[in-house]
């Protein structure tokens, strides 16, 4: 014979819509006691490689600020500074959890989003806290398992940002002027034709000309490119004469 508390249960296998609004209101008003406003960035794809399923130049055109509860108690998680050959890289990770709920009515019924719903990954949370962008790497809908029958949360593991020429436009001047900051797009130098449509080059429709005015210098004084371009004569040689490209003296 079933042992199902009949006074919770009331004869429904998992419970009564009741009881289940009632303990979503429970967790919301807790998100909103102990969590944080995050700011919730969709990406927008506009030339998505179908094979990767994958987008190179994400756009991110709308911000949804939304109360998340940040698991990580004692900081950021992950393997934090890293010194590797390629410079200094930051690797924090973090979790965030929203209501299923809330994310419904603030983000998800703007029709914004790649995933209508759930969270996508590939997607960005702004933290104003500590200033920081995280992508959205794993969405877990079902943790909590069917707690009086019904999932409520999404739990978010992200992972610190790292940017690769996106455009923020989203209207929110504490996001999209640090990003402004740190534009290395070579969009903002193309050689333009009167109808205000980049040039193309001949052998390649799909890329623009761009002005000689450009130099990565412009965007960021620390690199150096033309270092390496002067410097690499002395080590490697290429020519008819030397096809494996070492240099002897």
């Known amino acids: 014979m079933a042992t ?15 009881e289940q609004n009632l303990y979503e209101d429970l967790i919301i008003e807790c998100l909103q006691i102990y969590g944080f406003e995050v700011y919730y960035i969709p990406r927008t794809s506009f030339n998505e490689d179908r094979i990767l399923v994958e987008d190179p130049l994400n756009h991110y055109e709308n911000a949804y600020p939304i109360e998340m509860y940040l698991e990580n108690t004692n900081g950021f998680e992950g393997e934090g500074d890293l010194l590797t050959r390629f410079g200094v890289e930051l ?48 969405v877990e809908g079902d943790t909590p398992f069917y707690q009086l029958g019904k999932l409520y949360i999404f739990r978010m593991q992200c992972e610190l940002m790292q940017f690769s020429s996106e455009t923020f436009n989203t209207g929110v001047d504490e996001i999209d002027t640090y990003t402004d900051s740190i534009d290395q797009n070579l969009n903002n130098f193309e050689l333009l034709v009167e109808s205000d449509g980049p040039l193309l080059l001949e052998f390649n429709t799909e890329t623009p000309m761009i002005l000689e005015s450009y130099k990565i210098t412009t965007v960021d004084a620390g690199a150096r490119n033309e270092d390496f371009d002067t410097g690499i004569t002395d080590i490697l040689d290429f020519t008819e004469r030397n096809p494996f490209g070492e240099v002897f003296k």
């Not at 199902?4 to 296998?13: A, D, E, K, L």
């Not at 969270?119 to 104003?128: I, K, T, W």
């Open 91 to 138: 690797r924090e990770t973090a979790s965030f959890v929203v209501s299923r709920r809330r994310w419904d009515k603030e983000v998800g019924s703007k029709g914004q989003t790649v995933l209508a719903s759930r969270p996508a990954e590939g997607d960005v949370l702004y933290f104003p806290l500590t200033k920081s962008y995280f992508e959205i790497r794993k």
């Open 4 to 18: 199902v508390n009949h006074y919770f249960q009331s004869g429904i296998p998992m419970g009564r819509a009741s």
